[in-house]
């Protein structure tokens, strides 16, 4: 597998405050790459970094072309979707609306949205803003998939959704990663487990774990020291 982005160097600030520190990872040209960290250690910021969309410094490759002096709305042209952590629906346009403003290309990919989100054909017509945070998310995936990408860039979408939701947007997200590779940020160490292949962990901003997803969570250990969850380590023998 070859990659599809290379981030090397990047670091990002916000109001003069680094908060992404020399980060360096790839990601291949296939599946789900997952970011992962504690709150608040940047990884929304390091996807922002790549969008253009924060101050940032460092090399950002796309399929072989530098993107890192690039404008936002130029990345995405060049074909790097963004699912941004607050799904930024339009609320009140509908859903065929929604879609629509999203489109960049002549052909879309409509048979796979249809296929992907059987539930938003039914609501075409609603106004995007009287839809569940589930549907919205659907409707903010959709958008990024209508056109053809190189890459997406997903940000916690299963965040605040119920169980049974998170299961369809986990699905969504597997099956739309057959067409186009995806680079994750997630917390929910299921959807995870479940999804990713490499995991990027970051900690106070920099890289500090970069691997098999599935094999870091199966060590307990490992992912109790990088994400302050899971299995406790033994402290001692019995008393
Ligand atoms: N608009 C902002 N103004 C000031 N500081 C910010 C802003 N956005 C983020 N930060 C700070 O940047 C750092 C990284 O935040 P970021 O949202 O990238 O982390 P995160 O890992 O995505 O967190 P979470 O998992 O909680 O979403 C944090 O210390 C945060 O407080």
Redesign the pocket.
Known sequence: MSAVLEVVGLSGS??G?Q?VEDVSFTVPDRGITAVL??????????L?SIMGLIDRRGEVTLAGERIDGLRTHRIVQRGVGYVP?DREVFSRLTVAENLQLAVRQKKPNWELVDSLFPDLVARRSQMAGTLSGGQQQMVSLARALVNDNRILLVD?PTKGLAPLIVEQVAAALAEAATTVPILL?E?NLEVVRQLAGDAVV?SG?RVVHTGSASAMLADDELTHRLLGVGVAPATGGAR
């Open positions: 916000i109001a405050q908060v960290g504690r709150n608040g250690v940047g990884k929304t910021s390091t922002r952590e916690e940020v917390q970051l901003g």
